[in-house]
């Protein structure tokens, strides 16, 4: 296991990735990059739906400086638990929070080499799932998913849609429709729920993302 919640630092599996993602959130503001969501209206709907309260636990997969945080505080969740591999980002949303960060866990790791060593009623990722590209990433990324989910747990992942930019950030990206997204995960998650995103980034450019709900068989 290769996770840290700081004091030292972790040895990442792809440290290209974690190099990559430092120096994306040093060079600009929480509020410039080209994700940013000042209110993430879907994924709040989405975790809405799945009809958990606010003793639920939920983890968010590269959370990174998301105000999803900050929004799911308001609303009352008490086990939050934020996870990126790039600490700078972590850093940024705790002072954002400020006092508030303490009622957070942090967790500084790759996903494809996160072992939990507990479990949640929520898993959400937005934006980071479509990054691997490679069926060994994507497999590790299950193996953390299954291991962190409790049964009948749920999964909310937004991507890409198959008409969103093929590339982010520098990086090559997968495009997923919702029965695509569906197969990838494979049978043990069943789709309840999609919904479609026009991201408008900073500079105005358009992205399609696509959200899904899945509950654990
Ligand atoms: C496009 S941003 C999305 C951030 C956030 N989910 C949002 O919607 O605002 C992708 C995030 O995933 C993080 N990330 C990328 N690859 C990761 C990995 N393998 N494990 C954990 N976090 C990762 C990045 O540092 C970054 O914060």
Redesign the pocket.
Known sequence: MHTSTFGHAPVCK?PA?KDH?EN??AEKAPTG?N???SH?QH?LSLIGDTGIGTAASII???????T?VDHLLQAGYRDITV????RT?IQRCQLRLGDLSQQINWVE????D?SPGRTFDIWH????FH??TLDR?REFYLEALHNALKPGGQVII?TFSDIGPSQ??GLDVMRYTPGALGRVLGPRLRLVETLTEEHRTPAGGLQQFVYCRFRHN
């Open positions: 792809h990735w993602w994306l959130y990059v994700w940013h969501q993430p994924s968010d997969v590269g959370g990174g400086a998301s999803l996870l990126d591999i790039a980002a790791s790759d996903i494809t996160y990722d937005r934006a980071v990054f691997l990433d937004a982010c950030n």
